[in-house]
């Protein structure tokens, strides 16, 4: 029916042929949306609002402080009873709508309450999506969407225990505080390696887990949850994939939401992950609308508030015959976590044509990251200091051109719309006194840099050098900078080579400051040392893994994410993708066994070519990444193991046969050779490392060209380093000579340890050694009597960790990810 | 036979973030399914349009990806080379939804032969 709206005004007694509006749901959508209809026009429907709670409808948003004890349930309460009977509304609470009949315009409730609509409003909301797992049913599991929930945690934290959260996004990280609060010692499961993944990026979430750590809660990032755990009918625990059991007496499930279309789809009404409705929300059906987290507009569904409001204002201009229309929703996202200031809006993954600038203070544990696409904001990330969020926000919203404040954008809005000068980062510190601290890490004033620079100064890094200012933490770079334009004009030198464009520390620095500040993950070395992109380049991650490796053994855990992909498959990627495959012969020697095991693995797997390298091993061709576990079972089988002949490592020992057989030999140079190989092999270097042992001076095994070379000589053993035989050839420096196999043996250990600790990634010995003057390697080795002595023991302490077949570890299962296909897509035509 | 708009390729688990993953096609071309470290998954045919190494394999950072042959730098979104590399990979729409990853079939699946036949 069609009632006239202006005939129903001048008519009240004919307000029984209002048009009726039956809203499913009494959550913050249905009732806004109503509200909204209220205030353009009041007298227009007759309103029946169905709710699944026994209650009044209140701001869901708020049980987090509720949880945590900062507000009660009165406090977030949105819409009292008293509003529903002025407004003439009528509430059915705690009788659930059970389907919609379209044919016949109703609805009907679970009670067999039936209920007729002109128009239909879904606001179903959303649920919490509880993952798959054994036990999920039993008691004490409860998901985190209602005040029910709230008052089965406050129930459960009454005696104290230990509550686990499944889900460290918003919701789960709110859950968890709230139940810390409440005397509980909580531990959030996290899936995803970073904690709120959908609004911060990498580092964000980083410093995000390292404060809640610090407040005592138990983050476990990367963790699968296998099963709930149960005891006397109550769950207990939380089993992992990896076999941890963690002991709860609460679980709450806070992975996810998602749309709630049963009613819909049972109705027959257009869904794909939310019911599907147009820019005025209207449904597949003109007669039934949609509003809230249950709708996708646009391929897009919410999970927060703020687009809420904006549908519903656009399903009242319609409902009321003043159709504006919804065009989609920027989102922005406040963690309710007290003390913790986390921020981020619209688009923070960035893209091709987008600009990131990136703020780092880590004195602070300031992270403020903001993304630029053709001079205007797209998305903000901010952590520890969000004073700016809105402004940003506010700028994004706007899409307002910022190329005039784009210089002091991230310094925020009172620096960047400052009064004149404070525009320009420069003119900002010429206005500072030559007795403002510019580097507190080392107590440097502006006087003291720029006298520095006066003296003679002229880079970065000779600042650095001699007055220490930005030599520790680097946070006043750009002010040391400033001053370095200030002095100079155009005559600043452009510093030693940066590892990468994302930092401005050389490898030395960046080398130094791991150990200094005792900087033991990638994330945290980015973060501590003001990396200007979120998550680096392919240049600066493996370099990283490499220094931290090298720095903390057998505590840093290896990523292999970045890792070059040879030192990932442990085999060497060829132009056609297929893999070469190089076991280890110790010294170059071989037996009957290995050969027929490499014979018939190049027979297996039909390897198209096999060849013998210039290190005396033996390189198989055209192995497929998924068959690598089992041609290295087989090898495995036959005693040999991995030949890093795919690695930033210790390569080859390449050996003549010595005193044992050749006529001129003097010492047993395969016997050496091999044991130099058994100590070395399996260490990861800054660059490809190759060593070899001759018997006599006429050095058959060619080691004057290598990274490490022994000659043997009647009297002993002469020591060699830094030759090359590749792209430039370059012969190498004597060492020194030593009388006997052990002294070789040390010598080789520490050299190795030396050029490990001190060359930059990617630097053979030969440019290192070039760079460096092979006096300060002898200096390094011989200076000091003890020398030799600790850096060996420092690589054979290394080592322990380093010699374990990672053939074998993936021949048993090890990453099997990592080589298999996710399946296989055979188009049903194929068996047609 | 109606079939569904998207192929779902399974749980957005099996590929660890900074990852990828490889989805041979028969009678397509291989495609790669990236997961980036702030957890956008993107997929590409796995070929770099330089001299067709695997970008699968290559090291996955921002919401780009360096090919393993010779470190051409390619754009998970466009599948564009970046920098002053000039070149372009097709890219397969990728949907998340409930912890499962979604590609387009269309974009996946060549058309049948036999159709392609009729339509030459």
Redesign the interface.
């Given at each position: 029916m069609n009632a006239p709206t202006n005939f129903d005004k001048a008519n009240p007694i004919l307000g029984t042929l209002r048009e009726k509006l039956v809203v499913i749901g009494n959550g913050m959508a249905g009732c806004r949306a109503v509200e909204e209809i209220l205030a353009r026009d009041p007298d227009r429907y007759s309103i029946t609002i169905f709710g699944a709670e026994p209650r009044v409808n209140y701001n869901r948003i708020m049980l987090s402080p509720v949880l945590a004890g900062e507000k009660s349930f009165d406090e977030i309460v949105l819409n009292t009873a008293e509003w529903y009977a002025d407004n003439g509304i009528e509430l059915v609470a705690g009788d659930p709508v059970d389907h919609i009949d379209r044919e016949r315009s109703v609805v009907v409730a679970r009670s067999g309450r039936v209920e007729p609509y002109d128009k239909l409003l879904i606001a179903t909301g959303s649920e919490p999506f509880v993952i798959p797992v054994p036990g999920r049913d039993l008691p004490g599991v409860v998901t985190f969407r209602d005040l029910d929930d709230v008052e089965k945690m406050l129930a459960a934290a009454d005696g104290g225990g230990n509550a686990v959260v499944i889900g460290g996004g918003l919701l789960g990280l709110e859950a968890a505080h709230g139940l810390s609060l409440r005397g509980m010692s909580a531990t959030v499961v996290h899936l995803m390696p970073t904690l709120m993944e959908r609004q911060l990026d990498e580092a964000a979430g980083w410093l995000l887990k390292t404060e809640l750590e610090r407040r005592g809660q138990t983050i476990l990032t990367g963790a699968d949850t296998e099963e709930i755990l149960e005891r006397d009918g109550h769950v207990c625990g939380v089993r992992l994939r990896d076999g941890r059991e963690i002991p709860a007496d609460i679980v709450v499930m806070a992975v996810g939401i998602r749309p709630s279309t049963r009613l819909a789809k049972t109705a027959g009404l257009e869904c794909e992950r939310g019911i599907l409705v147009d820019d005025h929300m209207v449904t597949s059906d003109p007669a039934i609308l949609a509003v809230g987290e249950c709708v996708e507009h646009r391929g897009q569904c919410y999970g927060l508030v703020a687009p809420l409001w904006e549908m519903c204002r656009a399903l009242a201009d319609h409902l009321t015959g003043q159709p504006s229309g919804y065009t989609g929703s920027v989102t922005s996202t406040k963690l309710k976590v007290s003390g913790i200031d986390v921020f981020s809006a619209g688009d923070f993954i960035g893209g091709d044509d987008h600009e990131d600038i990136v703020m780092r203070d880590a004195a602070r544990g300031v992270y403020k990251r903001v993304i630029l696409k053709d001079n205007r904001i797209v998305g903000a990330v901010l952590y520890g200091d969000t004073a700016d969020g809105s402004w940003y926000f506010d700028l994004l919203k706007k899409q307002e051109d910022v190329s005039g404040i784009r210089d002091g954008l991230i310094f925020g809005q009172a620096f960047a719309m400052g009064e004149g000068a404070f525009a320009d980062p420069n003119a900002a510190v010429a206005a500072l006194s030559d007795d403002a601290e510019i580097c507190g890490c080392n107590g440097v004033s502006k006087g003291k840099v720029v006298a520095t620079i006066e003296a003679g100064a002229h880079s970065l890094d000779a600042v650095r050098s001699q007055c220490k200012a930005s030599a520790s933490c680097g946070s006043c770079t750009h002010l040391v900078e400033s001053l370095l334009a200030l002095t100079l004009g155009d005559g600043v030198e452009v510093g030693a080579k940066t590892l990468c464009k994302c930092t401005s520390f050389t490898h030395d620095d960046v080398r130094r400051l791991i150990l200094d500040k005792e900087l033991k993950a990638i994330p945290q070395v980015m973060q501590e040392l003001h990396w200007t992109t979120p998550d680096g380049c392919a240049s600066c991650r493996p370099a990283l893994n490499y220094y931290l490796l090298c720095a903390w053994p057998g505590e840093y855990e290896d990523d292999q994410k970045s890792r070059f992909v040879n030192e990932r498959l442990h085999a060497n990627i060829q132009k056609d993708g297929t893999y070469s495959v190089v076991p280890r012969m110790w010294g170059g020697i071989t037996n009957p066994a290995e050969l027929r095991a490499i014979a018939d693995v190049v027979e297996k797997y039909n390897a198209p070519m096999v060849k013998v390298t210039g290190g005396q091993r033996i390189d198989i061709f055209g192995i497929r990444k998924e068959d690598l576990p089992a041609v290295w079972a087989d090898l495995n089988a036959a005693g040999m193991v991995s030949g890093h002949a795919y690695g930033k490592a210790l390569r080859t020992v390449k050996t003549c046969v010595g005193s044992e057989w050749c006529r001129f030999g003097t010492q047993d140079s395969t016997g050496l050779g091999v044991k130099i190989e058994r100590m070395t092999w399996g260490s990861w270097m800054p660059h490809k490392f190759k060593i070899a042992v001759s018997g006599c001076p006429r050095n058959c095994a060619e080691a004057t060209i290598k990274d490490f070379g022994v000659v043997c000589v009647d009297s002993g053993y002469e020591l060699h380093v830094g030759g090359n035989g590749g792209m430039k050839v370059r012969a190498t420096d004597p060492l020194c000579k030593v009388a006997t196999e052990e002294e070789a043996l040390e010598h080789c250990a520490a050299f190795i340890q030396l050029y490990r600790e001190d060359a930059h990634y990617l630097e053979r010995t030969a440019p290192w050694i070039e760079r460096k003057g092979i006096e300060w390697v002898r200096a390094q080795l011989f200076d000091d009597p003890q020398a030799v002595k600790r850096l060996a023991a420092r690589f054979r302490y290394s080592q322990k960790f380093m010699q374990d077949d990672p053939w074998a570890r993936r021949a048993a299962g090890e990453r099997r990810d990592l080589h298999s296909h996710l399946a296989t897509v055979r188009p049903a035509t194929e068996y047609a | 036979?109606m079939q569904a708009k998207w192929?779902d390729?399974?749980p957005v688990?099996?590929?660890?973030?900074?990852?990828a993953?490889?989805?041979?096609?028969?009678?397509?071309e291989e495609?790669a399914?990236f997961h980036?470290?702030?957890?956008?998954f993107y997929a590409l045919v796995n070929k770099c349009p330089h001299?067709?190494?695997?970008l699968s394999?290559?090291?996955?950072?921002?919401?780009s990806v360096?090919c393993?042959?010779h470190?051409w730098?390619i754009?998970l979104?466009?599948g564009?080379a970046?920098g002053d590399d000039v070149g372009c990979v097709p890219t397969i729409p990728v949907k998340v939804?409930?912890?499962r990853i979604y590609l387009l079939r269309e974009a996946?699946?060549?058309p049948?032969?036999?159709q392609q036949a009729r339509a030459a």
């Open positions: - | 036979m192929l390729i399974g688990t099996q590929i660890e973030p900074g990852m993953a490889t989805l041979p096609v028969i009678g397509g495609i399914v980036t470290m702030r957890g956008e001299k067709q190494g695997p394999q290559g090291i996955v950072h921002g919401d360096t393993p042959l470190n730098k754009s979104r466009s564009q970046l939804d409930a912890g996946v699946v060549p049948p032969p036999a």
